[in-house]
T-cell receptor, first 111, second 114 residues
Framework: DAKTTQPPSMDCAEGRAANLPCNHSTISGNEYVYWYRQIHSQGPQYIIHGLKNNETNEMASLIITEDRKSSTLILPHATLRDTAVYYCIVRERNAGNMLTFGGGTRLMVKP | DGGITQSPKYLFRKEGQNVTLSCEQNLNHDAMYWYRQDPGQGLRLIYYSQIVNDFQKGDIAEGYSVSREKKESFPLTVTSAQKNPTAFYLC?????????????FGAGSRLTVL
């Protein structure tokens, strides 16, 4: 699996967009980028995933750079309930779902 | 509602005792997983099962055992051989173990060894 690098923590004002970066400079052509989040003392929750095109769903948008070496998860209007640890994971599509969750980014949404 | 149920939510154990954590899913998923999380850390894979009556070791399987006798159930036993068992344990499932499938997690079980 490609290694990912995320900032350990970020702050965001309530109602503003939260932009969470992830660096995956060694990503290979058939590896997907996944995002999960974990609210304190709960199980992680899937957010979104993508290969090369930008993706959007009801929770967030995923922007992947053209060279695929980095990506950004965007929460368009952050709320206090979005305070959580956000994990960026890179995994080959056919390598199975035995995902490895590293340190992630602790996002604090402030009023 | 479909989902994953883990029990108990909190568990205390004396040193030297085995303890079994329950994980039940009604999502009709083939694959199930157990992860361990220590304070302030990410998740580490203990065991996973791709199908009934089959399971494989993850990154930190020593001191743990599992069984998969039914599709819905994947219990984890923390044995006395596990040197530092105090942790938050998370069970997950996915439609299958292959492909880009989403993991669905339970709420977790917090084990404390006294």
């Amino acid at each position: 699996d490609a290694k990912t690098t995320q900032p350990p923590s970020m702050d965001c004002a309530e109602g503003r967009a939260a932009n969470l970066p992830c660096n995956h400079s060694t990503i290979s052509g058939n590896e997907y980028v996944y995002w999960y989040r974990q609210i304190h003392s709960q199980g992680p929750q899937y957010i979104i995933h993508g290969l090369k095109n930008n993706e959007t769903n009801e929770m967030a948008s995923l922007i992947i750079t053209e060279d695929r070496k980095s990506s950004t998860l965007i929460l368009p209007h952050a709320t206090l309930r979005d305070t959580a640890v956000y994990y960026c994971i890179v995994r080959e599509r056919n390598a199975g779902n035995m995902l490895t969750f590293g340190g992630g980014t602790r996002l604090m949404v402030k009023p | 509602d479909g989902g994953i149920t883990q029990s108990p939510k909190y568990l205390f154990r004396k040193e030297g005792q085995n303890v079994t954590l329950s994980c039940e899913q009604n999502l009709n998923h083939d694959a199930m997983y157990w992860y361990r999380q220590d304070p302030g850390q990410g998740l580490r894979l203990i065991y996973y099962s791709q199908i009934v009556n089959d399971f494989q070791k993850g990154d930190i399987a020593e001191g743990y055992s599992v069984s998969r006798e039914k599709k819905e159930s994947f219990p984890l036993t923390v044995t006395s051989a596990q040197k530092n068992p105090t942790a938050f344990y998370l069970c997950a499932s996915s439609i299958s173990a292959s492909g880009a499938n989403v993991l669905t997690f339970g709420a977790g079980s917090r084990l404390t060894v006294l």
